[in-house]
């Protein structure tokens, strides 16, 4: 092998090669070759995975580089390659890509790339190369000029001869001899790799497309002109270079010279800055016991002992700095009044993180354990992952950069990629496919998280019979397969920040991020490989949430809620659990929580912590169990009586991880690191591993006086619930966060709504759903008010006023605009809230969302009035604001008023929901009179046959396995919503009636599926078909049943009344008794010709009457 590639770029030029980094190692294996390049576009994203690769398959990597070099003298860019030769040169390409992409997107500067040409060779690229270009371009002595300023720049600097079969090449070949003679530069053949394969040329192609927005047809789209961009071979290279075979050899030397390696596992923990006359062991102790005495006031020796040993190990371990860092941090939060969780993960099972006031969770009260946080047998980075209010995360991050430097502290950069459906949408669209093929192409992909290409092929016979026997959807499927998975483009970790000692640019490349905090260029499994701290700084909502609680109770009543300190033997809190009123409360609030809350009905905190553990695939399957057991259904049984005390607590159920490890303490005598790795060793479920760790387990157990038998059922029992068990410290502290909630909902219930409305702005679903249960709860929701209301949701009196910015079409910039003018004084009415405003703001659009959502309702004129204002308004203003008082001031509109359902219907429009009414409103006196009750009511009584006044507001039409159609719908009254469903029988009778917008009778039974209510519709009856229904709601239907077959046509003509649900009371004459009998409301009909037909065939034309 004489020969080696020394330029390619990898799906890491994002869009712009297809060559997957795996892929091409395991080609240039195949190959032959001994070392191979990367030299991605001004990023460094695939050096990690690249490295591990090609040590994996015996390769030796050289690490590159393709930088953009900005010319000053000609204002723009030119590529130029650059390999490292060692670990100097290495850090200097990492400087390089991370001053393109922080400081100059153009490209680097010349000035600035001679700091930084230490331990690098340098290779012009080709006929992109500034020094080609000028040579294209008959600039000889330029040339010369950028040549000799690199050979001086540069130890080693190579002109590349290409032949990749395009024209600029082969004037090259011509000029390019007597210019290296002339010049004294060495040359080096390259083939400028972007994709491995000669017949992924397409694929190539279809990328830059993507990227670029063209399509395969525009002549003008982005594209190499041959197919010669692929991995080539040795003998192919040689054979292309025969005449220059110095190019070939010189190859080999240049990767010879690159041996770079990249030290994993070093420990980068930065420094916390202590007085010189102190250590970080020191300072750590002397702030715990500090905290120690804070926490507990007089600590016991449980305390001192505990505290003692989590810092003995945390000194041994080093990682003294990383708990003085964390501790620093949060206690700017803390006098900042930054809300901070609880606790998350394991570190809340250690005292010094309590102490620190890191967690509040007190891991002596709740027998949480350090060594699941940090086990001296194994030695890992600690991992304390804090949560803040997520309109905060910011400023804490912006803390930490500020505290230890803008070039330690980064946050960490993730890849969003070409998923199926992506992948299909961008190749269909660059392929020429039409919009409405590309949506079928798309929907046909099943909708399941992580699925790909080819299972969706395999899965979808739909799927398989659009793509056969169709050229081209076959091509485009074949093309996206190639795609699928590929890097599109980059974003930043939802939670990880990095911090360094040094200088991050001496071990990862950075790049712009938002906030002058940067971004790494290596994702998080990389950083931390290389023995980097990463932190997770998690936003949560539900802090925002509480914070915003907190607040509203202290406006409204003075008081001031200790949320660390809320008493935790609440009644009302409990009883708010067992209902399952958990809407808003964290990790509590689905429909299956609130069932099993319904029916475990917690009395105790730990009740919280066991069912947040159960409720997972897997250990779901023991809650009835652990239910029935609370109550004393069940007869809880133990192995052996040693496990009552570690298992009583939840009712002999395995719960948490913990309860493992100290089973394997107590009975087998493991230290509590030994009985860690034993857990995360039979979770693994190997089962060479079992086996080993059977007989450790079994070998304790003996030595501790345990017969064999028990020993060998209690390792199965722990074998058995391994993967269920719940890390008990994560548990405790998220379930503190869900109790917090639960207490102020009980509590301060509008305070609670208020602050979730709030939290919900943006998100219209969620909006009807909160403004549905406040409703419930009693309180009303005021419509937005142009003199009141502000951003968010606040209260006024004993209600809600709506917020601002939760109106459709109305920005922040508009509310703010307005808030402002309003703050020096009231608006009088439309045409001077017109005036006032700047005119960008106050458009058609803007004012009639104004007006139906009844923010103008405070200028006492109707909404139709106002709404045909509104171009009177504007043509006021505009010329007011040239004219001035000049301008006499316009009047309102008088006119005939909307009808009550197209003023709702308005109303729905801007604020996406109906607010201040509801369509089914101007029923309600009418379901009174005929004793139909509302979806409230009719929730209550499951099983049974009822009806219900709704709103249609939306409709699923499936087909089932046997390709009949049948429908899922939702409905609602004025405080309710629920789930329906017609199967196929009934859809295809009221299939016509199923419309959105929709007001009907509905009829059926209500059944618990899924742990949901759910509404098995048997007829549906539009209310506006139902006849002059307010004539006709007094009347009443008269059948007589003839005495001989009075029960048999009972059950006939009950099956009638359900089939014609309506509002005529129905009364049944029982000839045998001579007795009336007035059937239920339930029962009523709508006495059509149709319905009075059927009973009439059924018990004769003279024993149907109706009376009116």
Known sequence: MKFVHLQCQTVFSLLKSACKIDELVVRAKELGFSSLAITDENVMYGVIPFYKACKKHGIQPVIGLTASIFSEEEERSYPLVLLAENEIGYQNLLKISSSIMTKSKEGIPKKWLAHYAKGLIAISPGKDGEIEQLLLEDNESQAEEVARTYQNMFGHFYMSLQHHAI??????????????????IPVVATNDVRYINQSDALVHECLLSVESGTKMTDPDRPRLKTDQYY?????????????????????????????????????????????????????????????????YGAPKEVHIKRLNHELNVISRMGFSDYFLIVWDFMKYAHENHILTGPGRGSAAG???????????????????????????????????????????RDEMIRYVKDKYGQLR??????????????????????????????????????????????????????????????????????????????????????????????????????????????VTQYPADALEELG???????????????ENIVKFIANKTGKEIDIRNLPLQDEKTFQLLGRGDTTGVFQLESGGMRNVLRGLKPNEFEDIVAVNSLYRPGPMEQIPTFIESKHGKRKI?????????????????????????????????????????????????????????????????????????????????????????????????????????????????????????????????????????????????????????????????????????????????????????????????????????????????????FVWSGCFDDFGVSRTNLW?????????????????????????????????IEQLNKEKEALGFYLSSYPTAQYVKLAKELEIPSLAQAMRHKKKVQRAIVYITSVRVIRTKKFQKMAFITFCDQNDEMEAVLFPETY???????????????????????????????????????????????????????????????????????????FAKVLIYYEKEHKMVQLSRSLSIHPSEECLGALREIVGEENVVVKI
């Open 409 to 518: 502290v980064a946050q960490i950069v993730t890849f969003g990629t070409l998923a199926a459906k992506a992948a299909i949408r961008d190749i269909a669209r660059v392929m020429g496919l039409p919009p409405r093929d590309i949506d079928i192409f798309s929907k046909l992909i099943p909708s399941k998280l992580g699925i790909t290409l080819k299972d969706a092929y395999e899965e979808s016979q739909s799927l398989r019979e659009f793509i056969q026997g169709n050229l081209l959807h076959e091509r485009v499927f074949e093309i996206a397969k190639r795609v699928e998975g590929l890097p599109r483009h980059t974003s930043i970790h939802a939670a990880g920040v990095i911090m360094s000692q040094e200088p991050l640019t001496g071990s990862v490349a950075i790049q712009e991020g938002h906030n002058d905090v940067y």
């Open 868 to 900: 045909k204002s509104i171009k009177g308004a504007l043509e006021y203003a505009n010329l007011a604001r040239d004219l001035g008082d000049a301008v006499p001031k316009s009047k309102y509109v008088q006119g005939e008023e909307l009808s009550f």
């Open 988 to 1062: 295809i009778h009221f299939s016509d009636k199923l419309q959105e917008g929709a007001i009907v009778l509905v009829d059926g039974m209500i059944e618990l599926r899924n742990h949901k209510l759910q509404w098995i519709v048997n007829g549906l009856y539009p209310l506006e078909e139902m006849d002059v229904y307010e004539e006709k709601k007094d009347a009443s239907v008269y059948v007589k049943l003839p005495s001989q077959y009075e029960k048999k046509l009972l059950n006939q003509v009950t099956k009638i009344l359900f089939d014609y649900s309506g």
């Open 167 to 184: 024209q600029d090449e082969l004037l090259l070949q011509e000029k390019l001899p007597e210019f290296i003679s002339r010049v004294n």
């Open 231 to 295: 991995l080539k071979s040795s003998d192919e290279m040689e054979a292309l270079f025969s005449h220059a075979p110095e190019a070939i050899q010189n190859t080999m030397k240049i990767a010879e010279r690159c041996q770079v390696e990249i030290p994993f596992h070093v420990n980068q923990l930065p420094k916390f800055p202590v007085s010189s006359n102190e250590t970080s062991d020191i300072y750590l102790r002397r702030v715990c016991e500090e905290g120690l005495r804070k926490r």
């Open 532 to 546: 980097l701290l990463k932190m997770d700084f998690l936003g949560l909502r539900n802090l925002t949430l509480l």
């Open 637 to 849: 049984e133990y192995l052996h009586p040693d496990l009552n005390p570690i298992l009583e607590r939840t009712y002999g159920v395995i719960v948490y991880q913990e309860q493992i490890m100290q089973i394997a303490s107590k009975l087998a005598g493991f230290s509590l690191g030994e009985a860690d790795l034993l857990r995360r060793a039979v979770s693994k479920k190997n089962r060479d591993i079992l086996d080993q760790e059977r007989k450790h387990f079994v070998q304790g157990c003996l030595q501790n006086g345990y017969d064999e038998t028990s020993a060998e059922k209690i390792y199965d029992l722990i074998v058995r619930f391994a993967n269920y068990g719940f890390n008990r410290s994560h548990a405790v502290a998220y379930s503190m966060i869900g109790y917090q909630l639960a207490y102020l909902k009980a509590n301060y219930t509008l305070e609670f709504m208020t602050a979730l409305l709030s939290s919900a702005i943006g998100n219209e679903d969620k909006i009807v759903q909160y403004i549905r249960e406040t409703k419930r709860k009693g309180f009303h929701v005021l419509p937005p008010s142009l003199q009141k209301s502000g951003y968010n949701f606040q209260i006024e009196g004993n209600a809600i006023r709506y917020s601002l910015l939760s109106i459709r079409n109305i920005g922040m910039a508009t509310v703010t605009a307005l808030l402002e003018e309003r703050e020096k004084k009231m608006f009088e009415d439309l045409f001077e809230f017109c005036l006032r405003l700047p005119s960008k703001f106050v458009t058609e659009r803007n004012l009639e969302a």
């Open 350 to 392: 250690s005292l010094v993180s309590y102490v620190l006031e890191i967690t509040d969770i007190d891991p002596i009260e709740y027998d949480l354990l350090f060594e699941r946080f940090l086990n001296p047998e194994r030695v890992t980075l600690p991992d304390i992952d804090i949560d803040f209010p997520d309109v905060r």
